[in-house]
């Protein structure tokens, strides 16, 4: 066998692994879009469609980030409402406020409950800009009230 051959081929492994390394970096490096673009509330009230990318486009009803994911101010690592707002029965500070303060930081009777938060904040804003819509039905289509 020429000696030179297992040391070609150990050259030609290496550049072959060099370009599927570098094909996997762009292909899979490449940001994941980070806003969703429609999202479906399961509920014992049927489901509810909530358009997310109208509510913020520009074209839409250009809606800021912060104004719904409110907490902190420069929230840049977005959670879901249910991290901060799934107050225990025991009354205590949901742990993801835990990552960021001390149990003593603040009083956890005023966080609301999930749903209650998703209402508030969905229903105040379509009263507060006089079109959205404020009645359950028009949420809750597939649900008898
Ligand atoms: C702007 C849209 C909107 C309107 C108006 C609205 N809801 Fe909802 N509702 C939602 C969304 C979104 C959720 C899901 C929240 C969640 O995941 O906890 C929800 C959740 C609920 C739930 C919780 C179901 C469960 O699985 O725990 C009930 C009950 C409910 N709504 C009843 C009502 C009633 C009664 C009204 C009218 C007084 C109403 N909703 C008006 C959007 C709406
Ligand atoms: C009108 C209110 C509203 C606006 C404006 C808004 N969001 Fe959301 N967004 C929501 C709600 C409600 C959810 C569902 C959260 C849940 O299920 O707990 C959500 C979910 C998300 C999620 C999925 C992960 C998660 O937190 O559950 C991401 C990512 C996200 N939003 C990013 C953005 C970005 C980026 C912007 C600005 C371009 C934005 N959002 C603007 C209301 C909004
Ligand atoms: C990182 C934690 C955190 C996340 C995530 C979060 N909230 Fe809150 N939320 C709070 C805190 C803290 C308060 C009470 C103080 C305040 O108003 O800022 C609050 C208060 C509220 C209130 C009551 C405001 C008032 O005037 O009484 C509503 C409504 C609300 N949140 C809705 C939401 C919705 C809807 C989401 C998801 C899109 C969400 N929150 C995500 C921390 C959070
Ligand atoms: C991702 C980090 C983060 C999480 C999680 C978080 N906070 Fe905060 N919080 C902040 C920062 C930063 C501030 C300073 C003001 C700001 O940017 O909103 C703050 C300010 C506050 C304040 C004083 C100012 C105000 O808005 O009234 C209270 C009270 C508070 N947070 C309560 C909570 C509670 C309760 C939770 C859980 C439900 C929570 N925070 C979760 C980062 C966080
Ligand atoms: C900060 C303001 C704001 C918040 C928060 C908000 N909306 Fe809206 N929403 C609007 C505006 C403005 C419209 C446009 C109404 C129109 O032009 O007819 C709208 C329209 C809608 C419509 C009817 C048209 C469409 O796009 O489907 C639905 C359904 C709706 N919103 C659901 C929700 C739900 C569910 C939430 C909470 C998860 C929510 N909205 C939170 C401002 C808001």
Request: with cysteine.
């Given at each position: 066998m020429n000696p030179k051959k297992p040391l070609q081929l150990a050259y030609g492994m290496a550049v072959v692994l060099l370009l599927v390394g570098v094909l996997s970096y762009t292909a899979f490096s490449a940001?994941?879009?980070?806003?969703?673009?429609r999202l479906m509330f399961q509920c014992s009230t049927g489901k509810v469609l909530f358009d997310h990318k109208t509510h913020t486009a520009e074209s839409g009803?250009?809606?800021?980030?912060?104004?719904?994911?409110?907490?902190?101010?420069?929230?840049?690592d977005r959670t879901s409402?249910?991290?901060?707002?799934?107050?225990?029965k025991d009354g205590s500070?949901?742990?993801?406020?835990l990552n960021c303060h001390d149990a003593g930081d603040f009083e956890v009777e005023s966080i609301v409950k999930k749903t209650d938060a998703i209402h508030q904040q969905c229903i105040g804003c379509h009263k507060e800009k006089g079109?959205?819509?404020?009645?359950c039905k028009l949420c809750h289509v597939n649900y008898n009230f």
């Open positions: 940001k994941a879009p980070d806003e969703p673009v009803y250009g809606i800021a980030c912060t104004d719904c994911h409110h907490h902190p101010e420069n929230a840049e409402c249910r991290s901060c707002h799934d107050v225990p500070a949901p742990a993801a406020c079109s959205g819509p404020e009645e």
